[in-house]
C-alpha cells in the first residue's frame, strides 16, 4: 500500500482535511467544515479531533497528519500562539492534545503559508530548488522560505511575515496589495481615468473584472497592475537581498493577475539587483492552486 498522509488547513472560514498520497498527491476522503460552528461551541480542538478520528477510522493505516495555520505558533511547532482568525485557540498545546488522544499517531504543525511554500517542493508540478522563496498573494500578503528542504523558522519560530515589511504610503506591504487594498487603487484610479476602457465607474470592480480586462489589453487595468507590480517588486527586492535567494514563487487568490504585475515587478528587480542577483532569477507561479493548503500540511509529514 502506498504511504498517505492526513493533510489538515485550518482557515478562517473553512477546515478543511483529507488523506494524501506520498508519491502522487492524490486527495481522497476529503472533507470540509465551517469553521465559525466550530468556534461557537466552545471545543474547537475537541470537533477537531472528532473529524480527525472519523478520517482515521477510515484509514487506520495512516499513521502522520500535518496541520497548517494560520497564525503564529511556537518554535518547537507544538502550541499556538496567535491565531487571528480563530482567537480561541491561542495558546492551546494542539499537539500534545492530539498525540495523547490518537496514540501511535504523530502531528506536525506549521504555519499555513510554510506548509503551502514546503508542499510545492514535494507536490508541485515544476521542480523547484532546495532553496527558495513563496509569497502568497490574498486577502493579505504571506511568504516563507525553504531552505535545504526546511522551513527556515527565523530567531523566535515565526519569521517571513513579507506582507508586514514598510511599503509605500506608509503602510505595511499588505495594506498596499492586499485584496481589499487592490480594489480600492483600482477603484480610485477608475475615477480619474480620461482615457477608454471597459472597467466600471460605480466603485465596484472585482479582481475577476480586472483580470478580464487586462487580459483584453485595457490600458487602465494594465496600469493598476503595473503599480500593484512595482510595490511588490520592491518587497521581493528586500527578501532576495537578505536572504540570498533566487527563485520565488508567487501563490495565491490573486496570481490570477502574475503576467499583468511581472512587467513591473521585472522593471524593479531589475533596477535593484546586481547581476549576481540576476543571472540566477526565476519567478514563477506556484502550481498547487486551492489545494496548496491541505498538500502542504501532509508534506510536513516527509
Aim: proline content about 3%; some cysteine.
Amino acid at each position: 500500500m502506498a504511504t498517505e498522509y492526513l493533510g489538515i488547513d485550518i482557515g478562517g472560514t473553512n477546515v478543511k482535511m483529507g488523506i494524501v498520497d506520498a508519491e502522487t498527491g492524490n486527495i481522497t476522503n476529503f472533507y470540509s467544515h465551517d469553521t465559525g460552528s466550530w468556534r461557537k461551541s466552545g471545543h474547537f480542538v475537541k470537533r477537531l479531533g472528532d473529524a480527525i478520528a472519523l478520517q482515521l477510522k477510515e484509514n487506520p493505516h495512516v499513521k502522520k497528519g500535518g496541520i497548517g495555520v494560520p497564525g503564529l505558533i511556537t518554535r518547537d511547532r507544538k502550541s499556538l500562539i496567535e491565531i487571528t482568525a480563530i482567537p480561541e485557540i491561542n495558546g492551546v498545546s494542539v499537539i500534545p492534545e492530539l498525540e495523547e488522544r490518537f496514540e501511535g499517531r504523530q502531528f506536525y504543525l506549521e504555519n499555513d503559508a510554510n506548509a503551502a511554500a514546503l508542499g510545492e517542493y514535494y507536490f508541485g508540478e515544476d521542480g523547484v530548488p532546495e532553496d527558495y522563496i513563496f509569497v502568497t498573494l490574498g486577502t493579505g500578503v504571506g511568504g516563507a522560505a525553504i531552505i535545504d528542504k526546511q522551513v527556515f523558522k527565523g530567531g523566535g519560530g515565526n519569521a517571513m511575515e513579507p506582507g508586514h515589511m514598510p511599503s509605500k504610503h506608509g503602510r505595511v506591504l499588505e495594506r498596499n496589495i492586499g485584496k481589499v487594498e487592490l480594489l480600492d487603487l483600482a477603484n480610485g484610479m477608475r475615477a480619474e481615468w480620461k482615457g477608454d476602457t471597459t472597467l466600471v465607474d460605480d466603485g465596484s470592480i472585482s479582481t475577476t473584472g480586472l483580470v478580464a480586462a487586462a487580459a483584453e489589453g485595457d490600458k487602465l487595468a494594465l496600469a493598476i497592475f503595473d503599480e500593484v507590480g512595482a510595490i511588490l517588486g520592491d518587497g521581493l527586492v528586500s527578501m532576495i537581498r537578505i536572504l540570498d535567494i533566487t527563485t520565488i514563487l508567487i501563490g495565491g487568490g490573486l496570481s490570477a493577475s502574475f503576467e499583468y504585475i511581472m512587467p513591473a515587478v521585472n522593471r524593479q528587480l531589475e533596477y535593484w539587483l546586481t547581476p549576481y542577483y540576476m543571472k540566477s532569477l526565476q519567478i514563477k507561479r506556484a502550481t498547487l492552486g486551492n489545494d496548496a493548503g491541505l498538500l502542504g500540511a501532509a508534506s510536513l509529514c516527509f
